[in-house]
């Protein structure tokens, strides 16, 4: 609900106010943003007073010697006025002037949304948006902003337009989505930041005055520094969430001023951005994402319904996610049909349904050197053809999917050899390279009506059911014949959504999954058209830990992408059980990336029992709620995932620890005191050959049973002591082996009264 009453805006979601007043000189002031008021008698009050001087700050004019910028609560900041915080849009005009005064011009409320950027949120029943355009006449330059309130979700998409209305050409140096001034500084900042392999690790950090500055500068999301933050107020726990429907070159700036206050904004990256405006026209920021509430699970929570609501489109959006096999780990690039087809059988016999295709299955790419950019189907590999294996793939009862990689290319190609301008390349210098791979210059329509050509015809002709979309490179040497470098990360990025709407648009019925290098581009722009995401191309069950737990912290399980691969693993050269890798991929959306073939008796039954119990409880791993829950032993970490009556709980255990005595706890603080619930244990198998030369009568196959009745009054308060661990205590019954790296998972279900 969205209401004016002359001085104040009101955005009201079910438990958020965001309130913004136009002060006498006719900038606007955020009142508040934070938990829902009901009464505004006396919001007067809530800002700070103008009544006070301070030292040499400039202020407004002769008639508010007080309004000084520097403290002002800005929606959207300029430079040039007083205010020394960043500002969320830079420009230049007539004159080579870069000072703004954005005043208040007008408002409108109306219902719906603007969808003015290609990649944007979806309207739902009651979005309503408020417009208010601010204006520098001097300057000829009108900024248009945008709130629409998601009341439900307790979400604000904010973007903003700015419109050249001088007769000069208006310059833009750099145009947040939003500026979100607070008037208090006890924040941590939470960030998500990484590296391949390592993507979107939670880093923590308590702010001080200056500037912490996140961003992209390689023309995507990044695994460097994803575009989602949280600000937690120490002194309430209270926390404010921000993402970016956008893909390319970003920036949060987070900035705490002397006086006490944080500044947050978020957008596209002014880094090698340099937009030109002629008279008349208008350039659109990609829309954020902001969130309020009184605690950081909760913001999380609002992110993933908004995200299953409103990014997620298409057939897919609110169905289940097929488990896959992909033939990426299990076989690279020595791609071999019959092979392939053992592995589809095995699959298809395991109860698993979609069967995916992965890199090698065209032209000369026997190799990671050559054959990028060439899309058509290796006779080498396929000597009967694709659409002849995607028929017997089909008859196994997989639904098909098909690896590419459409936006890039070697220079070992055809595709490179006919046209060698058609990379990103600035002449007389090489571009960098990654992974032998060169990015094609997509913003050109020859280039792209190329990739949609050739690879439409593969997808339609071999009936494709699900692509993954990779992308191994990051965008270097930004050049194009069609304009300046400056501003080409985000004409790329436009290109893309042109290129991936033409995609899905033509082909709704094909589930979608993002990859980047693993998750390079994990971001809610490539979201509107992948409802999934290939996670990271670290399987290894201890460090998917930290990337799982970083990206749900932002993004829904539906969304992520979660592979049993091969122990020792890939990427640590560790090893575990298949129940623990399982346990560890279950919390997203599930695929095995192995050689299902070269699996003995014992593991091929737990990956069948592994897939049944799956897809039992699928759609409280993919649309439940995730949970990490603080322990009292930091070598134990809890994963839950809930949905309706039902709660699964995985219990991991980093190392097994020397006998204490002490038994590990299972205390679940969300379930409802009220009721009494059934706990009992997925089985697994137990290999014997755990005990080595201790093997003898005690051992026990099938590991300890698990039947217990509690009240949720217990399990939310003391919580239950699950049975010892093997520690050298001797073995009963109920002992537990675990060993390191090790998991267990529950099922806490009600019980029938
Ligand atoms: C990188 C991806 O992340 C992998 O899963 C795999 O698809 C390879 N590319 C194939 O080249």
């Not at 912490?212 to 994803?226: A, Q, T």
């Amino acid at each position: 609900m969205i209401s004016f009453d002359g001085s104040i805006f009101h955005l009201a979601s079910a438990n958020s106010s965001y309130i913004i007043r136009i002060l006498e000189t006719g900038h606007l002031d955020n009142v508040h943003y934070g938990a829902r008021l009901t009464d505004l008698t006396g919001y007067e009050n809530i800002s700070e007073s103008f009544d006070l001087n301070i030292g040499t700050l400039p202020y407004a004019d002769e008639e508010h010697p007080h309004h000084f910028p520097a403290r002002i609560l800005y929606e959207y900041s300029t430079a040039g006025r007083g205010d020394d915080r960043a500002p969320s849009l830079e420009v230049c005009y007539a004159g080579g002037l870069n000072t703004l005064d954005l005043v208040f011009s007008g408002w409108r409320i109306f219902s719906g949304k603007d969808d003015s950027f290609p990649a944007h949120a979806l309207s739902g029943a009651s979005t309503e948006t408020l417009e208010i355009t601010l204006c520098d006449a001097l300057a000829g330059v009108e900024v248009r902003l945008f709130y629409t309130v998601y009341e439900e979700e307790d979400i604000i998409l904010r973007s903003a337009k700015i419109i050249n209305r001088g007769i000069s050409p208006l310059r833009l140096d750099s145009a947040a989505s939003y500026c979100l001034d607070f008037p208090f500084d006890d924040f941590i900042l939470y960030s998500y930041d990484g590296a391949w392999a390592r993507e979107r690790c939670e880093h923590r950090r308590i702010l001080y005055p200056g500037i912490v500055e996140l961003d992209s500068k390689l023309g995507c999301s990044g695994s460097e520094h994803n575009p989602l933050v949280y600000l937690e107020r120490a002194a309430t726990g209270e926390v404010y969430g921000s993402n970016l429907i956008y893909s390319g070159c970003h920036r949060e700036l987070v900035e705490v001023s002397p006086f006490g206050k944080v500044r947050l904004l978020s957008g596209i990256s002014p880094y090698c951005f340099e937009w030109t405006l002629e008279s008349g026209q208008a350039f659109c920021t990609p829309e954020a994402v902001l969130t309020y509430s009184d605690c950081k699970e909760g913001a999380a929570r609002n992110f993933h319904a908004f995200i299953n609501r409103y990014i997620v489109r298409g057939v897919w959006k609110d169905r289940e996610r097929p488990v896959l096999v992909n033939s990426w780990e299990a076989c690279f690039f020595d791609l071999d049909r019959d092979r392939l087809l053992g592995l589809a059988e095995k699959a298809s016999g395991l109860g698993i349904e979609l069967f995916v295709l992965d890199d090698g299955w065209f032209s000369s790419r026997r190799n990671d050197s050559s054959g990028l950019g060439d899309w058509w189907v290796s006779e080498e590999v396929f000597p009967d053809g694709l659409e002849d294996f995607s028929r017997r793939i089909h008859a196994l009862n997989l639904l098909f999917g098909l690896w590419i990689e459409p936006e890039m290319a070697n220079r070992d190609s055809e595709l490179y050899r006919t046209h060698p301008d058609w990379l990103v390349e600035i002449p007389g210098r090489a571009a960098a390279v990654c992974r032998h791979q060169y990015v094609l210059d997509i913003t050109r329509s020859e280039v792209s009506d190329y990739l949609f050509d050739r690879i439409s015809d593969v997808l339609s002709r071999c009936e494709v059911d699900y692509v993954k979309w990779d992308m191994n490179s990051v965008l270097t040497d930004y050049h194009s014949v069609q304009g300046s470098a400056l501003g080409y990360p985000h004409r790329y990025i436009l290109a893309l959504y042109r290129l991936l709407g033409r995609f899905t648009e033509h082909f709704p019925g094909i589930l979608f999954e993002s990859c980047a290098s693993g998750g390079n581009r994990y971001d809610l722009g490539m979201l509107c058209y992948m409802p999934q995401t290939w996670t990271s191309d670290n399987t290894d069950l201890y460090h998917r830990l930290a990337i799982q737990e970083g990206t749900l912290a932002g993004y829904p399980p539906s969304t992520m992408g979660a592979h049993v691969s091969a122990s020792p693993g890939h990427q640590s050269l560790r090893v575990s059980r298949i129940d623990s890798r399982f346990d560890v991929a279950a919390f997203g959306v599930l695929g095995y990336e192995l050689d299902l073939c070269a699996l003995d008796e014992d593991d091929t039954d737990a990956v069948r029992k592994q897939i049944a119990f799956y897809k039992e409880y699928r759609r409280v791993f993919q649309f439940g709620t995730f949970r990490r829950l603080r322990s009292a032993d930091d070598g134990v970490i809890w994963w839950t995932a809930s949905l309706g009556d039902t709660t699964i709980v995985m219990e991991y255990v980093v190392l097994n620890k020397a006998h204490t005595g002490r038994c590990d706890r299972l205390r679940l603080p969300f379930l409802d005191r009220e009721r009494t619930y059934h706990i009992t244990k997925r089985p697994v198998h137990i290999d014997p050959a755990c005990y080595g030369s201790l093997r003898n009568d005690f051992h026990k196959e099938g590991g300890e049973d698990c039947d217990i009745t509690v009240s949720g009054s217990i399990l939310c308060t003391c919580g239950i002591s699950l049975s010892p661990q093997f520690t050298g205590n001797g073995f009963f019954p109920s002992t537990r082996v675990i060993g390191d790296n090790g998991t267990r998972m529950y099922i806490v279900k009600e019980a029938e009264s």
